[in-house]
Each structure stands twice: as C-alpha cells, then as structure tokens.
T-cell receptor, first 114, second 117 residues
Framework: DQQVKQNSPSLSVQEGRISILNCDYTNSMFDYFLWYKKYPAEGPTFLISISSIKDKNEDGRFTVFLNKSAKHLSLHIVPSQPGDSAVYFCAASPVPYNTDKLIFGTGTRLQVFP | NAGVMQNPRHLVRRRGQEARLRCSPMKGHSHVYWYRQLPEEGLKFMVYLQKENIIDESGMPKERFSAEFPKEGPSILRIQQVVRGDSAAYFC???????????????FGPGTRLTVL
C-alpha cells in the first residue's frame, strides 16, 4: 500500500526552464511534507518542506505547493540547472508535529540538459 | 562537524551469513533511523532508536532483523541468515534531540549497499 506516490519515474527538462515534480498521498492525516534530493552513491539531502497549514513555501529557486483537498503536492524548480539532475523524493509525516517516521515516495529522476 | 557515517559502504554476503551495518550519527544527535531502499523503490522506514532504546520498530521484518543503539558506539543493524531478497541499500539518518531541532528533518548517511549472493 503506497501511501505516498510519485507517478513519474523520470523527467527531462532543458536548462533554464521550469521543472515540476509531482507527489500524491492517500492519507488525509498527513500534515507535514518534505522533499529530498539524492545524488548517486549518496544519501538523500533535505531540500524543502511544507506544513499542512500552508499552501506554498519558497526557498530560492525551489517552491513547494500543497493542495490538501486534492492530496497533492508539487516541487517547482526555476530556473533548472544541470546540477539539479538527481532523484527527488517526496516524503510525508504521518504523525502530527512529529517527523520521526517518514513515508517516502518512489522518487522521480530529474535530468536537466543544456 | 562530520556528517552521518555508515560502514561498510558495500557489503557482500552469501545466503545464510550475517550482515552487520554500522551507523555513526552526527555529533550531538540522539536519534537514529534506519531505512531500506529496494531496487526501483523508495526508502522504507524500518526502525527508530534513541540511545539504548528502540522507539518504533514497526517497519522491521519480524524475523532475522534487529537494531541497537548502545550508549557508546555506533548504531548497528543486524541481519541474520541473509537471503537474496535482503539485497538493498540501507540508509541511516540521525536527528538532534527534539528541543534542539530548528528544522524538522533527518540527516542521512551515504548508505550501505548489501548484496546477497
């Protein structure tokens, strides 16, 4: 039972354009969401997060949008750069105000080409 | 401040052998988490520990798998009598005590890739 879903296994975007990575979840009790970035042979690194009380959070080139009614969130990267090429994981916290147990999606591999 | 360290980075075992994976959390971190990533899948939560205590092991297989985080030394994930299906990347993460957290996130190590022949 996949509670956090990333339905696009891969995405290819030209440098300078916008990358949009999507994530859907099934459990309406999830209240905190995170995006992680992972390079090959490395562990995931935290990118950006959003609480369910917000619908948008922005950090530089990265913006996360949350649509609670649709149980959907997305990560926008603009402008995309070749160094953004990595696997991006969406994660959700099933326990309110506690991120000690994260549920991850299967990841989307982003490739940014020149 | 060194990041989360895991060793070995690669481990090869034959079926029936034991695998021991070690994780040293970041300095000052009191919480350790273990995740498993099977090929083409996301990270799956296995267990969450504080020093000398298992807090949540709801993601651990019922048999052959155990984890500990002793008062001194690294956290150990132990897999007894490994089978081919145990082949995966095992990631450890750590986080500081609750009251010291400025962001709610976990810091991941580079992982141990276990291959069972």
């Amino acid at each position: 039972d996949q509670q956090v879903k990333q339905n696009s296994p891969s995405l290819s975007v030209q440098e300078g354009r916008i990358s949009i990575l999507n994530c859907d979840y099934t459990n309406s009790m999830f209240d905190y969401f995170l995006w992680y970035k992972k390079y090959p042979a490395e562990g995931p690194t935290f990118l950006i997060s959003i609480s369910s009380i917000k619908d948008k959070n922005e950090d530089g080139r990265f913006t996360v949008f949350l649509n609670k009614s649709a149980k959907h969130l997305s990560l926008h990267i603009v402008p995309s750069q070749p160094g953004d090429s990595a696997v991006y994981f969406c994660a959700a916290s099933p326990v309110p105000y506690n991120t000690d147990k994260l549920i991850f999606g299967t990841g989307t591999r982003l490739q940014v080409f020149p | 401040n060194a990041g989360v360290m895991q060793n070995p980075r690669h481990l090869v075992r034959r079926r029936g052998q034991e695998a021991r994976l070690r994780c040293s959390p970041m300095k000052g971190h009191s919480h350790v988490y273990w995740y498993r990533q099977l090929p083409e899948e996301g990270l799956k939560f296995m267990v969450y520990l504080q020093k000398e205590n298992i807090i949540d092991e709801s993601g651990m297989p019922k048999e052959r798998f155990s984890a500990e985080f002793p008062k001194e030394g690294p956290s150990i994930l132990r897999i007894q009598q490994v089978v081919r299906g145990d082949s995966a990347a095992y990631f450890c993460a750590s986080s500081p005590p609750l009251l010291e957290r400025d962001t709610d996130t976990q810091y991941f190590g580079p992982g141990t890739r276990l291959t069972v022949l």
